[in-house]
């Protein structure tokens, strides 16, 4: 059974190509935007008990944003799977998917919300981010960026609550955070890298 994380912005496909993987390879699919929902702003103890419980199931697909609580999967991961999509094709994606959702109804997001969504999704595809937000980025890759260790809830709930960076700030923060696991770290920027991933899955399967 294959253990695969997928991270990338806001209309990157993680959803699609989760469930694709998901299908495929009979491996639960975990959309971690729903413990979101779940939690809400309970704190971070209760994501991080979700996180270590996924981690240690034999098989699994886990898709979101997210960093630090995620540590638990991208340690345990065999694959991670980091989509970067062109900002036009994201923009479309975003709009395609708020008005198919609103026309159906079950749009848990009000259009007055869809501008701030877009310019933060292009912010964090651009690389754009305030100063005092780029110091707390370089200050937790000079402290924690370097070394693979287990994760431990304890450590990662004090690094949440110090730096903040549940969500990156931008792309390029992203690429740095894995670069500790570029071993088994996947860039998919198209179709094809898309194909030739699940491929490579199958293969590794037979």
């Not at 699609?16 to 809400?40: Q, S």
């Not at 609103?102 to 919300?113: C, D, Q």
């Not at 402290?143 to 260790?149: D, K, M, N, R, V």
């Not at 923060?173 to 894995?178: D, N, W």
């Amino acid at each position: 059974m294959v253990k695969i994380h997928i991270l990338g912005g806001p209309g990157s496909g993680k959803t699609t190509l989760a469930e694709c993987i998901a299908a495929r390879f009979h491996v639960p699919h975990h959309d971690l935007d729903k413990l979101g929902w779940k939690y809400g702003t309970t704190g971070w103890a209760a994501y991080l008990d979700e996180t270590f419980s996924i981690a240690e199931q034999p098989g699994w697909v886990a898709e979101g944003i997210y960093l630090v609580w995620v540590d638990p999967l991208l340690y345990q991961a065999d694959y991670i799977v980091l989509l970067e999509v062109a900002w036009p094709v994201t923009a479309w994606r975003i709009v395609r998917r708020h008005i198919i959702k609103s026309v159906r109804r079950i749009n848990p997001y009000p259009t007055r919300l869809l501008y701030g969504f877009l310019k933060n999704t292009y912010d964090y595809i651009v690389n754009r981010c305030t100063a005092e937000r780029a110091d707390v980025m370089r200050a937790y890759l000079a402290e924690h960026g370097a070394t693979i260790e287990p994760p431990v809830a304890d450590l990662l709930l004090m690094r949440l609550e110090q730096y903040e960076l549940d969500i990156p700030p931008t792309a390029e923060f992203v690429h740095k955070y894995l670069e500790k696991y570029k071993e088994k770290v996947i860039v998919v920027r198209n179709n094809a890298d898309r194909d030739r991933l699940l491929a490579m899955l199958t293969e590794k399967a037979l």
